[in-house]
């Protein structure tokens, strides 16, 4: 990542944004680079397929970045609740498999480096077998103890969670207490599509190869309602209008799959979640009317992921009475943590998500900020070598 003694030589200085430098996560002698601007120093891995899931470095080191970011360096004794996309978990056998090499890999102790500083952790527990939007049933309907608060009639009536995601649109429908599965479906309809779209018409139409991310920053772009814009042959040009029609166009598909699944959704009570939810958030709520957007809707699965892993029971053999410290003292190196942090994991393909409750302060908050009952912190999956 360091540029030596290739430099402009002070006539030139690199914009503000390209100077936020990507992390830097390091173990077993390799160093991969994450976070925002990865593409201006290394080549971009942009695995969409569930083995990411269970082998290869990608989501190992955007788990050591969240997991530094939220925690700090430890150490630290941890158990998760990883919610997974809905696909994942409607075959039992594959589901179980998944959990199993997840489990295989994560379970342990884990060093590394994040910027140069040494990081240690020790997972203790997890449970897998949950899927995303189900959490965002449980932000909406748990306390911070895991506990239901919303009353008997509220577990009992229909929810139907829309949950769109940089890779994945994924419904899940709670009805009568359980999942009804008449209702529940997942297709690879992400804001991914948007971007191979954008992709696709910049190079026929400008001879550009774009990357996928630098084709979704061209998305995110219009979306803020800022013009898209990218250089050809050296110069500056708008591609606004090809942009827009990608976004069109996904988002036609988007209530087309949910039509097909749930027709107008009319008994449902209808959460919107996710990245991919706030982006088409105004066509949605054209199509279900009733629909509403759920409080900080990026986040909402690992919160409710966070709350869940609060419930006595859920995550069996991760005890969370304090330990007796060793004789290292608070900074020796044999240090042991007082207790299990229960951890939220929300591991999504366009971000990496966790939450945690704390609980020595009130409400919802930020994690470093100590402002609230529920941290949160995110990676961006801009990871590479």
């Known amino acids: 990542m360091d540029a030596g003694e290739l430099t402009l030589a002070n006539v030139a200085h690199g914009s503000s944004a390209r100077k936020n430098r990507p992390v830097r996560v390091a173990f ?82 884990h060093k590394f480096a994040v910027d140069d500083l040494n990081v240690e952790f020790e997972i203790v527990g997890l449970r897998a077998k949950i899927a995303q939007p189900v959490a965002t049933w449980f932000d909406w309907g748990l306390d911070l103890n895991g506990q239901w608060a919303r009353g008997r009639a509220a577990i009992h009536a229909p929810v139907l969670v829309i949950d769109h995601g940089f890779n994945t649109l ?15 479906s997942g297709d690879t309809l992400g804001m991914r599509r948007a971007a191979e779209m954008t992709a696709e018409n910049v190079r ?106 609060r419930r006595p029971g859920f995550l069996r053999g991760a005890e969370t009475a304090p330990v007796q410290e060793s004789a290292g003292g608070a900074e020796g190196a044999g240090t042991a943590p007082h207790f299990v942090r229960l951890i939220g994991l929300d591991p999504g393909f366009g971000a990496v998500k966790c939450a945690e409750v704390v609980q020595d302060t009130d409400g919802l908050g930020t994690s470093g900020l100590g402002t609230g009952g ?12």
């Open 204 to 309: 026929r139409q400008h001879g550009v190869e774009l990357s996928l991310h630098e084709a979704d920053d061209l998305v995110r772009s219009a979306l803020s309602g800022k013009k898209a814009l990218m250089y050809v042959q050296g110069e500056l040009v708008d591609v606004t209008a090809q942009v827009r029609q990608a976004i069109n166009s996904l988002a036609t598909d988007v209530v087309r799959f949910i039509e097909r699944n749930v027709g107008t959704a009319g008994k449902f009570k209808v959460l919107l979640t996710g990245g991919g939810a706030l982006a088409l958030a105004e066509r949605l709520m054209q199509q279900f009317r009733h629909a509403e957007v759920v409080p900080d809707a990026v986040t909402a699965n690992a919160r409710g992921l966070a709350k869940l892993a």
């Open 28 to 109: 077993d002698g390799v160093e991969y680079l994450v976070g925002q601007n990865v593409e201006f120093y290394a080549r971009p891995i942009e695995r969409m397929d569930v083995a990411r899931f269970v082998d290869g470095p990608e989501l190992r080191v955007l788990l050591y970045a969240t997991l530094h970011q939220a925690l700090g360096g430890g150490p630290n004794r941890i158990a998760l609740a990883i919610g997974l996309p809905v696909e994942m978990l409607q075959d039992k056998f594959q589901a179980s498999s998944i959990e199993a090499a997840m489990a295989g890999w994560m379970i342990g102790r």
């Open 374 to 385: 529920l941290g949160t912190g995110g990676t961006d999956t801009r990871s590479g070598e």
């Open 170 to 184: 994924d419904l899940v429908a709670v009805d009568g207490g359980q999942i009804s599965t008449r209702y529940t």
